[in-house]
């Protein structure tokens, strides 16, 4: 079967594997659509973070169609489509037990969307974990794919956001879907709104990029940084260590929290936002491609990864 490797550092290939076998407690899944994950993929391909052994493959998102079911299933059929938020990475097909991070697609669904659900998921989980409530001031850094979706599950939670970036192309997609106030923080303007908008409860950092002294700010009691008494700043995006000042972040007592992948309640609530309109991922599909052209984009991905968003790759 046809699979996406990264075989070496800053090279991807297509190789060649065996078709895994359906066991008895597990579905034969045949891919329809996978979805490029910018972050993680760019960083295990470039020796981030999370890499630096090769070779891997790797994505968690996944529209398939269930071709073969073991003996023990009970809870789906052959012909179901499923989503699967298992880092199988883009193959033609995987296996999967009922009890893995996999959900039934529901009739009249938009498969093609639905191939980032878990880019959208990552950032609901993250919203949830910072525990988002309709009197919080949240701040969102980088209006990329995890950006712009946190912004939407920040503001499906009820409370006022603001996302602040330097791309002003990224911040109008955000402005037109009318879930945030944006900030372009490479003027003078935007430096001066971000710093008249504190403090802020919660602050969400998606970008990766060395913001923590803005953040909480280096002075005693925090009085030089955006975020406010007991605020949470959550960490999003993939990073090696993490320094900030302990005195200033002790005097206001602020929460850094920490979050992982998504889980099967983030992603049946994902699905139900994607069905009823409440999340929009459509807009954010910049790349609509046949898996056979699928190198170049990670040719980009490698060496320009800003000019990227949302990329699907088409197995039917």
């Not at 398939?64 to 003996?71: D, F, L, N, P, T």
């Not at 209006?143 to 939407?152: D, I, K, S, T, Y």
Request: charged share 25%.
């Amino acid at each position: 079967m046809k699979s996406i490797v990264f075989v070496a550092k800053n090279e991807t290939q297509f190789v060649n594997e065996p078709k895994p076998v359906c066991e008895k407690d597990t579905i034969l899944l045949k891919t329809l659509y996978s979805g490029m994950t910018n972050g993680t993929e760019r960083n295990l391909l470039t020796g981030g973070s999370y890499g630096g052994t090769w070779p891997i493959k790797r994505t968690y998102q996944t529209i398939s169609k269930v071709i073969e079911c073991g003996e023990e299933i009970t809870q789906y059929k052959v012909g179901d489509l499923v989503f699967s938020g298992l880092e199988t990475g883009h193959v033609e097909y995987h296996t999967a037990k009922e009890s893995d991070l996999i959900a039934k697609i529901p009739e009249g669904f938009d498969l093609v969307a639905g191939a980032l659900m878990g880019i959208a998921s990552v950032p609901l989980h993250v919203a949830r974990r910072a525990d988002i409530r309709v009197d919080d001031n949240v701040l969102v850094f980088g209006a990329g794919l995890v950006g712009a979706f946190a912004a939407q599950a920040a503001n499906l939670m009820g409370a006022k956001v603001t996302v602040a970036d330097l791309n002003q192309d990224r911040l109008d997609m955000i402005k037109r879907l009318d879930v945030a106030e944006t900030i372009n923080t490479g003027t003078e303007e935007g430096k001066k709104a971000l710093w008249d908008g504190r403090p802020y409860s919660v602050i969400l950092e998606c970008s990766g990029a060395n913001l923590l002294d803005l953040i909480i700010g280096k002075e005693w009691g925090g009085k030089s940084g955006l975020i406010g008494f007991r605020g949470r700043l959550v960490l999003v995006a993939g990073r090696y260590d993490v320094t900030y000042t302990y005195n200033s972040a002790q005097c206001d007592e602020i929460s850094v929290v920490h979050t992982s992948h998504f889980d099967k309640s983030d992603l049946e609530l994902m699905i139900r936002y994607v069905q009823t309109g409440k999340v929009q991922i459509r807009p954010y599909i910049q790349n609509f491609v046949k898996v056979d052209d699928a190198l170049p984009y990670y040719t980009m991905l490698r060496d320009e990864p800003g000019k990227l968003l949302g990329t699907v790759f088409d197995w039917t």
